[in-house]
């Protein structure tokens, strides 16, 4: 991503007192680039970069009801590391426009989600990639989360968009923030079951190419994000 400078246009790096970056990482702690805030990808690598590994915060204690690892890493990456970013660029969790979340293990969405929407009542659009595992620097962490924003007090607005259902009940389709569309990630389902567009046809299952099918549909529904309000 970039963009096209002018004259009433910089670009700041977050001071390191916003969340301590290891000297090794090459890159700030957060970019802000006109009213757009940039937070790079945040894991539980401890605070105290004298503790090896995930922080002790977001560990798992012993014994019962001590939360799910996921659980707990979500939870300390939002409070401990993206709110207190975000804070430091003059933004917040409530102006997060576009949310990218690496996930390694596919049975992790659900505590994921549990605690996304505690902390997001209007989700950012959203995509989940599945990673390797490991799959990050420190080989026991199970989930890393980068975020664009916008400046709470800029000229840009944020704009939900809902031309199609959202793939997770809560979730946001699609934002809008000036020039900048963001779509989260989409999937060739509806109502929890693949769009009958993308299905093959039994009669002569194997006509079709089901990978293509699929691909139409996705291209369809972000067709339908991108047309402005007035042309839906």
Do not use: C
């Amino acid at each position: 991503m970039a963009a096209v400078p002018n004259a009433n246009f910089s670009v700041l790096h977050a001071s390191a007192g916003a969340y301590k970056i290891h000297p090794s990482s090459g890159y700030s702690p957060a970019l802000s680039a006109g009213d757009f805030r940039f937070v790079p990808g945040q894991t539980t690598e401890a605070l105290d970069d004298k503790e090896p590994g995930v922080d002790p915060e977001a560990r798992r204690g012993r014994g019962l009801w001590k939360g799910t690892p996921i659980t707990l890493e979500t939870e300390f990456i939002i409070k401990r590391k993206l709110t207190p970013t975000l804070g430091a660029v003059n933004a917040g969790l409530n102006t997060v426009v576009k949310a990218q979340v690496y996930l390694r293990d596919q049975e992790d969405i659900p505590g994921f989600r549990e605690v996304w929407a505690r902390h997001f009542p209007v989700q950012p659009a959203t995509t989940i990639i599945a990673t390797a595992t490991p799959g990050f620097i420190m080989p026991e962490s199970r989930i890393e989360i980068n975020t664009i924003a916008l400046a709470k007090d800029g000229k840009t607005a944020k704009q939900v968009i809902a031309p199609v259902p959202p793939l997770f009940q809560g979730g946001t389709t699609a934002i809008r923030a000036g020039d900048l569309l963001v779509i989260s990630g989409l999937m060739a389902v509806r109502d929890g079951s693949l769009a009958p567009e993308a299905k093959s046809d039994p009669t002569q299952p194997f006509y079709a190419i089901p990978v293509k099918a699929e691909l139409r549909e996705i291209l369809e529904q972000a067709e339908r994000s991108a047309r402005l309000p007035e042309q839906r």
